[in-house]
């Protein structure tokens, strides 16, 4: 096998081009037309696709109100510590006992219903969440508890401390209930012995009325006498005190019906983020450091200069020569290398196959044929060129068929043999 046979399967391969299906003919090979038997298969086949799709429909419509009817409407809030939420997260479990204990509970949601609550001097105003609490609305609830008996904060945010409570520290300590028991708090809202399930938060003031579950100077329970227009405070650090999965673990219930029990009428505030005002304290500026700016200049100069220093200097075009010149034959003759290395006689065989049959289709005007049949079968095209291609030369059409559709060879000596035929071929062709 020499080095030239294997280039002009390469030669071939690069001349040849993909066509798509030719007309008349579809990929399976079906009739346009149809028998009546097989459309009423169609029919058939129809309904039982839209039975089956109602059957479906059906299925999942009774499903959904399985569901609905098992699980009923669902909480009337999914907010963590909601008084309204009977979830595991919830605290509807304390808002029902106090209740039952003749303390009204009033549920304030957002600035507007706080207002209309009247906080009064036999009110105690509870906060278990404030993380929706901005530095506007944080002065609202200071404005309207001014009245309270006292103010209750679950874990408050050090945003809210830092306005209501500023001489109080915060330290984040989460502990167990082993490390949780109280001593003489000087408080009636906790007794000696008593126990939490779980704290987060510890709390430190020297201002401080009374201070209980302390660790090193800082306390989960901390009261803070009035102050100026500020009602009398009560931090508790523990989000699992007022919790409906918790509340009855070691102490919490006790804990928590003292602390909000002292009046007659408790107000739970639940804080909204629609309170806060468009444009007011919660927007991004407050939320970036102040050396953010300067840095992001000082940034933008230094990018700019190195654009300006490397950059491409826009100009006329000008030629350029190129690293290297390539000859199209060396492709050739690489891809031919290639195919010899790989010892692929099948492929290189199909190849010469497909440019022979494109160039004889171009020859005899007769549509290209696709050069690869190694996917498909024959197609109308390559019988009309094999049939042409058989007048022309006076060859049997199975003799034609065998070298231009035939099986690709896969020894080097049958691969020599099938690229003498397809030349002698081809000159045939071109002298008639």
């Not at 309270?148 to 401390?161: F, G, I, Y």
């Not at 909204?272 to 100069?301: N, T």
Request: charged residues 20%; positive net charge.
């Amino acid at each position: 096998m020499t080095t030239e046979l294997w280039e002009r399967s390469a030669e071939a391969a690069a001349e040849s081009t993909t066509e798509g299906w030719p007309g008349g003919a579809s990929p399976d090979g079906d009739s346009p037309g149809g028998t009546s038997s097989g459309g009423a298969a169609r029919r058939a086949r129809g309904w039982r696709r839209r039975w089956v799709l109602v059957a479906v429909l059906a299925a999942a419509v009774v499903a959904v109100a399985f569901l609905f009817v098992s699980q009923g409407p669902g909480p009337a809030s999914s907010a963590p510590l909601d008084p309204r939420n009977p979830t595991a997260n919830g605290a509807q479990a304390l808002a029902r006992v106090l209740e039952s204990q003749g303390v009204r509970v009033v549920v304030a949601r957002g600035e507007a219903e706080l207002e209309r609550a009247g906080v009064d001097a036999d009110t105690t105003v509870v906060v278990t969440r404030t993380a929706p609490l901005a530095e506007s609305t944080t002065k609202g609830l200071a404005r309207l508890a001014s009245r309270a008996e006292r103010l209750v904060l679950v874990a408050p945010d050090r945003s809210v401390l830092r306005y209501l409570a500023p001489e109080v520290s915060v330290t984040e300590a989460r502990r167990a209930a082993q490390d949780l028991v109280a001593a003489n708090c000087g408080t009636s809202d906790v007794k000696p012995g008593e126990t939490l399930s779980r704290s987060q938060v510890e709390y430190t003031s020297s201002l401080a009325d009374a201070a209980c579950f302390t660790h090193d100077g800082a306390s989960v329970y901390l009261s803070l006498a009035r102050r100026g227009v500020t009602p009398p405070m009560v931090l508790l650090g523990s989000t699992s005190m007022p919790a409906n999965d918790q509340i009855t673990d070691a102490s919490n219930a006790a804990v928590m019906l003292r602390a909000l029990g002292h009046s007659g009428r408790v107000v739970w505030y639940v804080p909204s983020r629609e309170d806060v005002p468009a444009g007011g304290d919660a927007g991004l500026g407050s939320l970036v450091p102040p050396w953010l700016g300067p840095v992001l200049a000082l940034g933008g100069f230094a990018f700019l200069g190195l654009v300006l220093w490397r950059g491409r200097r826009f100009g006329r075009l000008v030629p350029e020569p190129l690293p290297v010149v390539v000859r199209a034959v060396e492709t050739t003759e690489s891809r031919g290398r290639l195919y010899r290395r790989a010892r692929d006689a099948s492929r290189a065989g199909a190849t010469l196959q497909g440019a022979a049959r494109t160039r004889l289709a171009d020859y005899l005007g007769l549509p290209r044929p696709n050069p690869s049949i190694s996917s498909r079968g024959a197609d109308g095209s390559d019988h009309m060129l094999v049939s042409a291609v058989s007048a022309a030369t006076g060859r049997p059409v199975g003799e034609v068929g065998a070298l231009l559709l035939g099986p690709p060879p896969t020894r080097d000596d049958h691969l020599l043999g099938l690229a003498a035929e397809l030349a002698a071929l081809e000159k045939e062709v071109r002298r008639s």
